[in-house]
């Protein structure tokens, strides 16, 4: 936790947690990239392919560029080399065959059970220490800093856009 003036309040200090939470998580998934000898995007696609398909709403590979701020021919690249490796796999769109629908291939479905199940341990140890009105807290919490977090990126991917 880094250390914070004492005259910070709360607030700074969950901003700060925040701050942590996610340079941790990015050097998981270095770790996991360099672990397995994939690009650290890569490994952004893989997490957002499996999260699509848990939620049941699986990611178009124009979506999946949109997100990761990648052109059509880097994500085909991408795509390529995920797919070869078995990874995510490719099927067409029943109802528009000009969309591609990426879902999570078995390969990488055991790599990332393999690699982020001791880190889910971990996560669970620490949600059971809280009481269910608090977890909705937590969740509402994460939840509204996502999306502005996601916010801030699409104005700084607009703002590159319309530098170019």
């Known amino acids: 936790m880094p250390t914070r003036n004492p005259k910070d309040g709360p607030r700074d ?5 925040v701050q942590m939470l996610v340079a941790e998580g990015q050097r998981i998934g270095h770790s996991f990239a360099h672990r397995h000898g994939l690009h650290p995007t890569d490994v952004e696609a893989l997490i957002r392919v499996m999260v699509a398909d848990e939620r ?3 990611v178009t590979a124009g ?4 997100e990761l701020g ?6 085909t690249s991408l795509l390529d080399r995920l797919a070869r490796a078995g990874h995510v796999r490719r099927e ?3 109802a528009d065959r000009r969309r591609v629908i990426v879902r999570s291939g078995e390969a990488g479905m055991e790599l990332a059970r393999e690699f982020f199940t001791p880190l889910g341990v971990l996560h669970r140890g620490v949600i059971d220490e809280f009481t269910p009105a608090e977890l909705e807290v937590v969740a509402r ?9 996601r916010s801030y ?3 700084l991917t607009a703002e590159r856009a319309g530098s170019s």
């Open 13 to 17: 200090q969950l901003v700060g947690l």
């Open 56 to 58: 049941g709403a699986p």
């Open 63 to 66: 979506e999946l560029g949109t």
């Open 70 to 75: 990648l052109t059509s021919g880097t994500v």
């Open 92 to 94: 067409r769109d029943a």
């Open 141 to 149: 919490y994460l939840g509204a800093t996502t999306i502005a977090f």
């Open 153 to 155: 990126r699409e104005q």
